[in-house]
Nanobody, 124 residues
Framework: QVQLVESGGGLVQAGGSLRLSCAASGRTFTSYSMGWFRQAPGKEREFVATISWNGGKLDYADSVKGRFTISRDNAKNTVYLQMNSLKPEDTAVYYC?????????????????WGQGTQVTVSS
């Protein structure tokens, strides 16, 4: 099991940027692919981005392509989500997740461990 703690959420105006961080502890970080998901009020949790164990393979939801960038620093056991050109529809709780496979997945049920989430609110 790996413990995950997200940070970096907050309130930002439309068009602004935020960088989320997710610090991992407990197991060998490089054994895990990582993902970011989000859940808006009244909606299902949805996939945002995923990164393989070494950062060599990335995948994004169509709604965030070209605006969000996922990255990881294995020396710091941390995964990041850089969010640019934010829109009000990006407002949600953002969750970091770890998958005990080298390659990530777009499916929430494929992930083993989850963080507690961090709120991102984009005002219009």
């Amino acid at each position: 099991q790996v413990q995950l703690v997200e940070s970096g959420g907050g309130l930002v105006q439309a068009g602004g940027s935020l960088r989320l961080s997710c610090a991992a502890s407990g197991r060998t970080f490089t054994s895990y692919s990582m993902g970011w998901f989000r859940q808006a009020p009244g909606k299902e949790r949805e996939f945002v981005a995923t990164i393989s164990w070494n950062g060599g393979k990335l995948d994004y939801a169509d709604s965030v392509k070209g605006r969000f960038t996922i990255s990881r620093d294995n020396a710091k056991n941390t995964v990041y989500l850089q969010m640019n050109s934010l829109k009000p529809e990006d407002t949600a709780v953002y969750y970091c997740a770890a998958r005990g496979r080298y390659l990530g997945s777009t499916e929430a049920e494929d992930y083993d461990d989850w963080g507690q989430g961090t709120q991102v609110t984009v005002s219009s």
